[in-house]
Each structure stands twice: as structure tokens, then as C-alpha cells.
């Protein structure tokens, strides 16, 4: 039996990669037995009837007591039958429902299954957009007007209007000759040219424009982010709806575009497809920096585009376009999710580093080489981690504005010249972001002297313009002149026998000094102060709250739990002093297991 996942190798013409490509069919594999576990493929193999029976139970019994999700049905189905659906017997999915229904707990009936925490991840990811609640405008019973109703139920469409005719098959795997020998890893439904097509799914348009083997075409993302809708083949002449743009949300059931037979060629808008149809794929984004890789995975959409057909959208004709006859929206539920998501804890993990040497000898544990810290950014990227700035720490607090999933902060002090001869070219090369606090009187200094040496050298005042000019580096303040010891002041902590108001005088000349030259050089002021050998106290924090910055960094280990609506949280940020002696597994090993704490 055939897998009806696809994994693409990447076409090489001429030694040049032209972003076609070539797709193998999988074998089966032995799936993940982990429900945590990354998946790597999907077997999707599910058919329409097994769809369809989940899918009502799923929605009869969704207000019950006894709720059976489809996601866990056919999960149960897929590790009893190992995927393959052609052993589907009704009387098994009634068998899920009376373990239910005796009072049995999911993981209790299905523990002995090896492969059910995989299939259960697998399915929710091809059919997690699929069901829930949505609200629609339905005409009233007299006919006369409309109102709006609150309903849960299937809420994705079939990708072509309601009224259109169309025809299709299972053709997915197909061979596919324009151009090279290639399997076909979508799906096609013939129609008339101009035929609506429908966004089977709500989501953020990515792509948009032509391409050589699809013509016009579409993409658009899930809002969950698990799944890319491919449509292409559109209308000569006029592809799409109006008002398309990438970046621009679309709603489940919207008019897209239009059917049409564009393609096969590099010339734009030439029709060298001999039937009009509707190509649409649906790619599964499991990991985002395997998305536009050779390890992409689509799936079969034949069963499920059965499905949809019983669930149209009704378009009408205005103009030269058309539009959906009856409002939906499920905004409501989508963005409460959002904001229950942006109330919701984060938990940080901040590194600090200070100077990046290749020299061995001169390792110690504020210098480590630049291979290390390397190591540290490919780390970050293998395992899903996303380094951010204050200013999006600032944001989540302050606005609720989303973080990334696994947010980090790297962050260097003191801004040592070779931060940008070592760091910055690597902080580009991995597309990563840091934050650099610098001790003014030293980049003064050496933007007199305009001297650049690795072991020894500040940034100036022209490496800071370049830095922050970059979007990948956030410059803050560390002092001006009080990273020494020479006065007997401990940074720029209070003196034994100081007044509050002479520490308060002292503190603000010193830090708004370098504040002024900052704005000055790079248009913004710090929002961030970073206290010099972590010496922090009670009236040092309150004068710097007067002083208008909105987070500090301390020196203390350990995790950081940053909430919505609380500003304090930023105070006091703490971090772990990356050293040389571990390497980058073990000292994230540490950091990942202090997170579950």
C-alpha cells in the first residue's frame, strides 16, 4: 500500500536550484511512540468513510457528557489498522465510542497502543482547522433577511464554489512530465474556467504571483501554523479576488480566485495547461525551517476533499467578481485564543556573554571562542528556539503582543569590538538577534582612537550605527563611566554613608550621559540598564524606574517568568554567564531542565 505522504528532493538544474521539485514517495516508517516527539512525515490515509463517521460523532456528541473528538476516533483507528484504512470496519469506531461510553479514560484503553500518541499528533495536524466553532449568517425561515448564529461543526469548505460543477479522482503520486519526470503531490478538480475558488481554510496569505509550474497562484497559512493550502492553475487575465495581498488574512469559505489553466511556462500569464482545473495541495509546516527544504510532506486530499463537498460556500456575482453570500467569521474565537495565549506566562531563558576570543589561552569565563558560540546559535535554531530583543520583551508586558514560541535572549556585555568582528557575522549567518550593552567611556574612547583590535578593543560609535542599523542587535546601557572599581564603588552600586540624593544625582549623570550619546548615534534611547557586575540594590532600581527604563539586566542564574500586565517582572532579568567549559548541549540541557522546574 502506498503512503500518501510525500517527501521532496530538490531539482537541480545545471547545478542551479530553481525551487522545483522532485518528490519520491515514502516508504512506510515505523512511526514516533512519543506524543512529545517532533514529527518527522505523516502518513495520511484515512478515508472518506472513516472521515465522515468521526466527524458526526464529533459534533453529535460535542455538548455530552462523553465527547468523542475525531482527532482521538481516528487516532484509534490509525493504530490499530498501522495506518492503513483500508481495514476500516464502522463497527471498530463503535467500539472507541462504547470504551467511552463504559467510563474508560482514553490513555487507560489505548496505552497498549505503541502508535496511537503518533497518529493522534499526525491526524490533529492535517485536521486541526477543520472543526470547531465559527458563527454564520443563515437566512430566516420567512426568507426575508438574515441573522447570525453560533455553531460547532465542520467550518472548512470545499475549495470550489457551491453551484459549480466539477469532477476529480484520486490522482495524487501521479507522474508529472513539463520540465523533468516528477510525481504530482496535490489535487485536482476540474471545472469551467472562472469557476470561485473558495479558501478551504482561514489563514494569512503567503504567497502570491506566478510561477513557472503552477502559473497563478495562491498560498495561505493556517493561523495555527501547521498547515500551507497551495492553489494554482488560476485565470488568465484575472487570477484573483480583489484586495489580495501576502500578508493579508483570509477567512474559511472566502472567494480567492478563479479557476482557470495558467502555467508551463516562464513567461506570466500564459495558459499551457490543456484542462482547466484547480491544482490545491496542502503541506504540513512541522518544522518551520523545513518548510521550503527538500523535506517538505504533503498529503493526499482526495478523502478529505470528498468531505468538503458536502460543505460549500454560496457566492454571488458583483461586478466582475464574486463574493460569499453569507457572512462567517470565527475571529471571535480565533482571537480569544490569542489573548488567553498572550496572558499566559512565558517562561525566558537569557544568556549572557561578554568577549568572543579564538585564542584558547585567553578562555575564561567571560571569554569564550567564537566556534562556541557558534555552536550555541546552531543549537538555538536545530531545536525551535527564537531569539528576540527587550523591545519585544517590552511589548509582550506592556500591549500583550504575541512572543515566539520558545523565546530566548542572548545578550553580551561591556560591547567589545570583537562581538562585531566575530559575533555579528554569525548573529547574520543564523539570522538570530542579541543584545548589546556598552560602557560609554570605552566606545567614546575608542572612536577617538579608531582602533580595532579583537583581544582588547570597544565598539565605536560607528560598529554601534551598524549594529543596530541591522535589526539583528539592540544596543542598552551599561554606564557611562562606572564599570571600574576604581572609585570604590561597586558599579554602580551606593556607597557606604552616600545619601539617597547625592546616589540618585550620581546615578543620573552617569546613565543619562550615555543615554544622550546613544539617541544620538542611533536614534533611540535605551529601555534597558544593565547593572555592571550585577550589583543591583533597592534604591538603584527605584532611580532607574525614574529615569524612564522599563527593564534591567542582572547577573543572577536562573529562569525568568515574564507576565502580560507586569512590569516589575522586567527588573532584575536574570541570566545564565555562558563559560567555556560546557558545551552547548549540556548547557542547554541545564537551562531546559530549570524551565520544567
Not at 458 to 475: A, C, D, K, P, Q
Not at 511 to 522: D, G, P
Amino acid at each position: 500500500m502506498k503512503s500518501k505522504s510525500f517527501k521532496l528532493l530538490a531539482a537541480v538544474v545545471s547545478g542551479v536550484l530553481i525551487g522545483v521539485f522532485l518528490f519520491s514517495i515514502q516508504v512506510r516508517h515505523q512511526p514516533s511512540t512519543s506524543a512529545g516527539s517532533s514529527l518527522k512525515w505523516v502518513d495520511f490515509d484515512v478515508t472518506y468513510e472513516a472521515l465522515k463517521k468521526a466527524m458526526e460523532l464529533d459534533i453529535e456528541t460535542y455538548e455530552q457528557e462523553i465527547h468523542a473528538s475525531w482527532i482521538d476516533s481516528l487516532a484509534y483507528l490509525g493504530a490499530k489498522y498501522g495506518g492503513d484504512f483500508s481495514q476500516y470496519r464502522e463497527a471498530d469506531l463503535d467500539q472507541f465510542m462504547e470504551n467511552l461510553k463504559k467510563g474508560q479514560e482514553l490513555e487507560d484503553f489505548t496505552k497498549n497502543m505503541k502508535y496511537f500518541p503518533y497518529y493522534q499528533k499526525a491526524y490533529g495536524t492535517v485536521l486541526g482547522g477543520m472543526l470547531g466553532y465559527y458563527k454564520i449568517e443563515i437566512p430566516n425561515e420567512k426568507g426575508e433577511g438574515t441573522h447570525w448564529v453560533e455553531q460547532y461543526g465542520l467550518k472548512a469548505y470545499s475549495p470550489l464554489a457551491e453551484g459549480y460543477w466539477y469532477t476529480d479522482f484520486d490522482d495524487f503520486g501521479q507522474n508529472r512530465s513539463y520540465g523533468y519526470s516528477r510525481q504530482h503531490f496535490g489535487h485536482d478538480m476540474m471545472a469551467g474556467t472562472g469557476t470561485p475558488v473558495i479558501a478551504v481554510e482561514g489563514g494569512i496569505i503567503e504567497a502570491l504571483g506566478w510561477n513557472q509550474y503552477g502559473g497563478w497562484r495562491l498560498g495561505i497559512r493556517s493561523f495555527d501554523k501547521n498547515r500551507y493550502y497551495y492553489y494554482a492553475h488560476l485565470r488568465k487575465d484575472h487570477p484573483y479576488a480583489e484586495n489580495l495581498y501576502v500578508g493579508k488574512t483570509v477567512t474559511a469559505g472566502q472567494v480567492i480566485g478563479y479557476v482557470g489553466q495558467t502555467g508551463y511556462s516562464l513567461k506570466e500569464n500564459t495558459n499551457n495547461i490543456n484542462v482547466p482545473h484547480l491544482h490545491y495541495g496542502m503541506q504540513l509546516v512541522l518544522d518551520e525551517k523545513a518548510k521550503d527544504s527538500p523535506n517538505q510532506i504533503w498529503i493526499d486530499l482526495y478523502a478529505i476533499t470528498k468531505l468538503l463537498s458536502n460543505h460549500q460556500s454560496t457566492v454571488v456575482k458583483k461586478g466582475d467578481e464574486y463574493t460569499r453570500k453569507y457572512g462567517y467569521s470565527e475571529e471571535s474565537y480565533y482571537l480569544a485564543a490569542v489573548k488567553e495565549k498572550r496572558k499566559a506566562p512565558v517562561k525566558l531563558p537569557v544568556l549572557m556573554y561578554h568577549s568572543l576570543l579564538k585564542d584558547p589561552s585567553m578562555h575564561n569565563n567571560y571569554v569564550i571562542g567564537p566556534k562556541q558560540f557558534e555552536s550555541d546559535l546552531k543549537y538555538l535554531k536545530e531545536h525551535g528556539y527564537h531569539t528576540i530583543l527587550m523591545a519585544d520583551l517590552i511589548a509582550f508586558v506592556e500591549n500583550g503582543t504575541p512572543l515566539p514560541e520558545n523565546p530566548v535572549l542572548l545578550t553580551f556585555d561591556d560591547g567589545y569590538y570583537n562581538n562585531y568582528c566575530y559575533g555579528f557575522p554569525l548573529l547574520k549567518k543564523y539570522n538570530m538577534k542579541a543584545v548589546i550593552s556598552i560602557i560609554g567611556k570605552e566606545t567614546e574612547r575608542y572612536s577617538r582612537l579608531n582602533e580595532e583590535h579583537a583581544a582588547y578593543s570597544n565598539l565605536t560609535w560607528e560598529h554601534v550605527r551598524t549594529l543596530t542599523e541591522s535589526g539583528l542587535v539592540e544596543i542598552q546601557n551599561h554606564s557611562y563611566s562606572s564599570h571600574s572599581t576604581d572609585k570604590g564603588r561597586n558599579g554602580t552600586a551606593q556607597l557606604s554613608g552616600e545619601s539617597d540624593k547625592a546616589y540618585a544625582r550620581y546615578l543620573e549623570q552617569d546613565l543619562m550621559t550615555l543615554q544622550k550619546k546613544i539617541k544620538e548615534t542611533t536614534g533611540a534611547a535605551p529601555t534597558t540598564f544593565t547593572y555592571p557586575f550585577g550589583a543591583v540594590s533597592n534604591t538603584g532600581r527605584t532611580i532607574i524606574k525614574k529615569l524612564g527604563f522599563k527593564a534591567s539586566l542582572g547577573c543572577e542564574e536562573g529562569i525568568n517568568t515574564i507576565k502580560v500586565g507586569d512590569p516589575d517582572c522586567l527588573y532584575d532579568i536574570k541570566r545564565y554567564l555562558r563559560t567555556p567549559e560546557k558545551s552547548s548541549a549540556e548547557l542547554f540541557r541545564k537551562i531546559e531542565s530549570d524551565m520544567k522546574k
